[in-house]
């Protein structure tokens, strides 16, 4: 059979907003991102990385009994002060630079405003960001899908697991790929982007595990290959 690019991008789509129906029915709102304030998101976004969230809440509890969730307090601590604090989050020192960096340019370059920061096109914004030290391609838009409220999606290690193993994507797959799979298929919806990062986070840590757990699972009966 002649390969049909559009019926494949049609298959595509239908098969991620049967996922997508599938996880909603199953969980319903996830009320992501859990956190009290955009500086708290900025700031676990950039803790998060390489680290379980349990360890980044302890540090963001840190924060907070300092009163240090707020962009002056951030930009006036003293970076040995700033790695006490965030410590449980997990190679400190390193992410102590990368808060910095972000601060330093909201300060230099934004006048201390994330909404200035934010504004403008989808892509300049997202490039504004991934020149910051340490901000990465996950980083930057969890930034703009949670703090910008724009429609960038977050490929984590759960997302990719899923699409993979629901044969929508292949181990070639690239974060990059993989973004644009999503934007090229589904609607440019926030709220939408933001719920399905969620629920991909519930399914994978829930039963797209390493050891795949197919038979309780919310998906089971969409074609997939747990050995991927």
């Given at each position: 059979?002649?390969?049909?690019?559009?019926?494949?991008?049609?298959?595509?789509?239908?098969?991620?907003?049967?996922?997508?129906?599938?996880?909603?029915?199953?969980?319903?709102?996830?009320?992501?991102?859990?956190?009290?304030?955009?500086?708290?998101?900025?700031?676990?976004?950039?803790?998060?990385?390489?680290?379980?969230?349990?360890?980044v809440e302890r540090a963001i509890a840190n924060l907070r009994a300092a009163d240090g969730?707020?962009?002056?307090?951030?930009?006036?601590?003293?970076?040995?002060?700033?790695?006490?604090?965030?410590?449980?989050?997990?190679?400190?020192?390193?992410?102590?630079?990368?808060?910095?960096?972000?601060?330093?340019?909201?300060?230099?370059?934004?006048?201390?405003?994330?909404?200035?920061?934010?504004?403008?096109?989808?892509?300049?914004?997202?490039?504004?960001?991934?020149?910051?030290?340490?901000?990465?391609?996950?980083?930057?838009?969890?930034?703009?899908?949670?703090?910008?409220?724009?429609?960038?999606?977050?490929?984590?290690?759960?997302?990719?697991?899923?699409?993979?193993?629901?044969?929508?994507?292949?181990?070639?797959?690239?974060?990059?790929?993989?973004?644009?799979?999503?934007?090229?298929?589904?609607?440019?919806?926030?709220?939408?982007?933001?719920?399905?990062?969620?629920?991909?986070?519930?399914?994978?840590?829930?039963?797209?595990?390493?050891?795949?757990?197919?038979?309780?699972?919310?998906?089971?009966?969409?074609?997939h290959d747990e050995s991927l």
């Open positions: 059979m002649k390969h049909d690019p559009s019926r494949a991008a049609n298959a595509t789509h239908s098969s991620l907003l049967e996922m997508f129906d599938r996880l909603f029915g199953r969980w319903g709102p996830q009320h992501w991102w859990p956190a009290e304030s955009d500086v708290e998101i900025v700031v676990g976004a950039i803790l998060t990385q390489n680290t379980a969230w349990t360890n969730l707020s962009w002056t307090t951030l930009r006036d601590l003293a970076p040995a002060r700033l790695s006490e604090l965030i410590r449980p989050a997990g190679t400190y020192r390193l992410k102590t630079k990368r808060l910095k960096a972000f601060v330093a340019t909201l300060w230099n370059e934004h006048a201390g405003s994330l909404d200035r920061m934010m504004h403008g096109e989808l892509d300049a914004v997202r490039a504004r960001l991934l020149a910051i030290h340490g901000i990465g391609p996950e980083t930057a838009d969890a930034i703009l899908l949670y703090v910008g409220r724009r429609p960038a999606f977050v490929v984590d290690a759960y997302t990719q697991r899923v699409l993979r193993r629901h044969l929508l994507t292949d181990a070639r797959a690239t974060y990059e790929s993989t973004r644009q799979l999503v934007h090229d298929r589904l609607p440019a919806d926030p709220e939408l982007f933001n719920e399905f990062h969620a629920m991909f986070v519930a399914v994978g840590k829930a039963y797209c595990r390493p050891k795949a757990r197919c038979a309780e699972c919310p998906l089971r009966g969409m074609p």
